[in-house]
């Protein structure tokens, strides 16, 4: 994860801190970042129109970027990064190219939606980076990730025990869960890595929760190759720690 977070500086360049400027607000963003990532577990009123996309993901990331917008105007922030221009103006390009093809775009409000839709996931990739590049960076990815962990796995849980026939609900299950079974497998080393590195005892019992209930989660999926995934990732990743550390 530090090595990840150290080849960051392939996509940020290093500015001088301005000491009048507020530092990105990591935890909120966190917060913010890991709502955006439950949003299809959130009750949502079904869509009169649907779209190809994940509607309620974007619907959620739009307003977290709406707000962080105003609250950039109210207070700035900057934590002394900026995207290079080799990553950020093909991304600019990219989206402008969209809004032009809306003039001879057969359906032009889909192309507005595409256009809007691509906007919106640049901004949050802007917001990702600079997170990372930030001083913070480690602990507000483990907070975004056990957020996400603690939240789809503690709703698992609710709709196992609500279930009073589970060969009925075992569809059910694996529809809603299994789109969390990969990210959850993925995320779980490092929040039980997290556990080993906890300040407090509390911290530390809360961590072995999240880590539990998102592993709840990953079964209740019935997802045999994440499942698999997940053992072998804890395999690479402790093994790797105990062979490779120093």
């Known amino acids: 994860l530090s090595h ?21 607000p990591a935890m909120p963003i966190a917060a913010a970042f890991a709502l955006i990532m439950i949003a299809p577990l959130l009750p949502w009123p079904r869509a009169t129109a649907g779209t190809n ?26 934590d002394g990064f900026a995207v290079r221009a080799s990553v950020l103006y093909p991304l600019i390009g990219f989206i402008l190219w969209s809004a032009v093809s809306i003039s001879w775009a057969p359906y ?30 480690v602990e507000t990815l483990i907070t975004v990730f056990a957020g996400v962990s603690l939240v ?16 009925s609900a075992e569809f059910a299950l694996r529809t809603r869960y299994g789109r969390y079974a990969e990210l959850l497998v993925t ?38 190759g994440a499942a698999l995934a997940g053992v072998i990732g804890f395999a690479i990743a402790f093994g790797g720690c105990l062979l490779l550390s120093n």
Request: hydrophobic content about 55%.
């Open 53 to 78: 996309g994940p509607w309620r993901v974007e619907l959620v990331a739009a307003c977290v970027l709406l707000g962080l917008s105003f609250w950039a105007l109210i207070k700035p922030f900057s």
């Open 108 to 137: 032009p409000l889909p192309a507005v939606h595409h256009t809007l839709a691509w906007a919106m996931y640049v901004g949050v990739l802007l917001i990702a980076v600079g997170l990372c590049a930030s001083r913070s960076g």
């Open 187 to 224: 995320i779980q080393p490092l929040v039980w890595i997290a556990v080993l590195y906890a300040r407090s005892a509390s911290q530390k019992w809360l961590l072995i929760a999240t880590a539990m209930l998102g592993w709840t989660a990953v079964m209740l999926s019935l997802s045999k």
């Open 152 to 167: 789809a796995g503690f709703a698992a849980v609710i709709d196992y025990l609500g279930t009073t026939d589970f060969a």
């Open 4 to 24: 990840f977070l150290t080849s960051m500086n392939d996509l940020t360049e290093t500015r001088s801190r301005d000491s009048g400027v507020a530092a990105l």
